[in-house]
């Protein structure tokens, strides 16, 4: 079984890349160099472990869920990243283990979750009719 859910079994295809959506667990180096991804929803996924997605240069936007524990390198060298969305909040992000080397995964590409429209100033994200919009 393909771990990775596209449109049916397979990844659906957006302008030469894949966007994929990932159902079970990870191991290291599992995607590694792949620079056919480009979008990823790693929201069913809370390990990751050393360099499962480093170097997938071409990789533009995580969706992240709320509870992770992010190893050294897992996300090394992702130079394309733009937008990572957390389903958690800024504190929530603060008090997650994360190892050395992911350093793609910083506040300039976070969007934090938030019901309501924000007070402080960041990047926020919320739900409207299931669909993720950025405050």
Request: net charge neutral; glycine share 6%.
């Amino acid at each position: 079984m393909n771990p990775l859910v596209g449109l049916g079994e397979n990844p659906r295809k957006a302008k030469g890349f894949f966007i994929w959506r990932l159902k079970t667990g990870l191991s290291s180096y599992e995607f590694k160099n792949m620079t056919s991804l480009k979008e990823i929803d790693l929201s069913d996924c809370s390990n990751f472990p050393s360099y499962c997605f480093s170097n997938c240069t071409n990789l533009e936007t995580i969706f992240l869920n709320k509870n992770v524990n992010i190893r050294g390198n897992a996300f090394r060298d992702t130079t394309a990243l733009k937008q990572v969305f957390y389903r958690g909040t800024k504190e929530n992000w603060m008090s997650i283990s994360m190892g050395s080397e992911n350093g793609t995964l910083t506040e300039n590409v976070l969007y934090f979750y938030s019901e309501e429209a924000p007070i402080e100033v960041g990047k926020y994200w919320h739900y409207v009719d299931d669909t993720i919009t950025k405050w």
